[in-house]
């Protein structure tokens, strides 16, 4: 068995380099490890000792030094663990899973939009394409200005040539709004004619941004989430309605054409036991 191989099948200790208080919910963990080359929009499945196997996007990547990062909201037993870990602790990782985001692409002009936690993923994504693209602008989306992730790394990296817009659902930093809404007024209103996004977030919000790009025709790649045990296709935990597409293996980035076909996408999620849960809308 190959080295990626291992990586795979058993997770490899490693020790976090360095931790990140990013808002009060999100914690950003650094670590390095050898022989693997994620790429944006890939996930690993972090294993927090005594607890769980979680999915967490890579949300910085050194495929050079061997050294990444994710970022975690800490909302249940896994996630709150692994945000208390400190420098030296040990965790382990399995991957990268998943396909990825599709950067090579004709567009010139893109969007990134990110709602929450979901713009960890986006993050590797941004950072390549900010060092080559002129023509692409960033929507971080939250509830207050208290929880929007990297605003304070966007504002420098992306504010000098106006592409950095926010929205908060309380209106204590940007638009007024919910991030979909502030897309669409910069689809109707702005010069800048958007010719693909990528979108990670709650579900509701990016079904939203979905049925804008049906109707403006604009290419999408959304990152989605389901409940994942295996992380490489053999549970079929992950499995979408009708189609049963494996979140973790045919995604977690979906395209326009796929998304159509999806019954299920902001409609219903699944537990652990395979029961359908509704989102609310
Ligand atoms: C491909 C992928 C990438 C992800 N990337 C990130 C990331 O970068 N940062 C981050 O903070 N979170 C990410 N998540 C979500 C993260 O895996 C869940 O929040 C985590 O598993 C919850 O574990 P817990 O034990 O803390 O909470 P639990 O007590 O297990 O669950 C708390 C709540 O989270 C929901 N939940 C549990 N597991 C998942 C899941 N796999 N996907 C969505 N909701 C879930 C439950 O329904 C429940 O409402 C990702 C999920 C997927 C599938
Ligand atoms: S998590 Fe097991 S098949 Fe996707």
Redesign the pocket.
């Known amino acids: 068995m190959d080295a990626q191989q291992k990586v795979f099948t058993k997770p490899a200790p490693v020790k976090i380099l360095e931790k990140t208080k990013e808002t009060a919910r ?1 914690t950003t963990i650094k670590f390095s490890l050898h022989g693997i080359s994620p790429v944006p929009g890939q ?1 690993f499945m972090v294993w ?1 000792p005594g ?2 196997e ?6 910085s990547i050194d495929n050079t030094s061997g050294i990444y990062e ?13 945000c208390g870990k400190q420098p030296g602790e040990l965790i382990g990782i399995r991957g990268p ?2 396909n990825g985001f599709k950067l090579d692409t004709p567009e010139k002009k893109i969007c990134f939009i990110g709602g929450g ?2 713009m ?2 986006l993050k590797p994504a941004i950072d390549v394409l900010v060092k080559s693209r002129k023509d692409m602008i960033v929507v971080n989306a939250a509830r207050t200005e208290n929880e929007l992730l990297y605003h304070t790394r966007f504002k420098k990296d992306l504010v000098i040539s106006k592409t950095y817009f926010i929205s908060t659902d309380d209106g204590s930093c940007g638009e007024k709004c919910f991030g979909h809404e502030l897309l669409l007024k910069l689809i109707e209103t702005s010069k800048l004619k958007i010719e693909k996004i990528y979108t990670c977030g709650p579900e509701l919000m990016m079904k939203q941004v979905f049925l804008a790009c049906k109707k403006f025709k604009i290419n999408i790649e959304a ?6 045990r295996c992380g490489n296709g053999l549970c079929g935990l ?1 499995a979408v309605d009708p189609t049963g597409l494996l ?2 293996k045919d ?2 980035i979906f395209t326009l054409d796929r998304l159509d076909k999806l019954n299920e996408f902001g409609n219903y ?1 699944r ?2 036991s395979g029961k359908k ?1 509704p989102f609310k809308k």
């Open positions: 999100i996930f927090v607890i769980d979680i999915p967490m996007s890579v949300s994710i970022s975690i909201a800490a909302i249940g037993d896994a996630t709150k663990a692994l899973f998943g936690v979901g960890a993923c990152s989605l989430e389901r409940m994942m992950c979140v973790c995604g977690p999620t537990d652990f849960l």
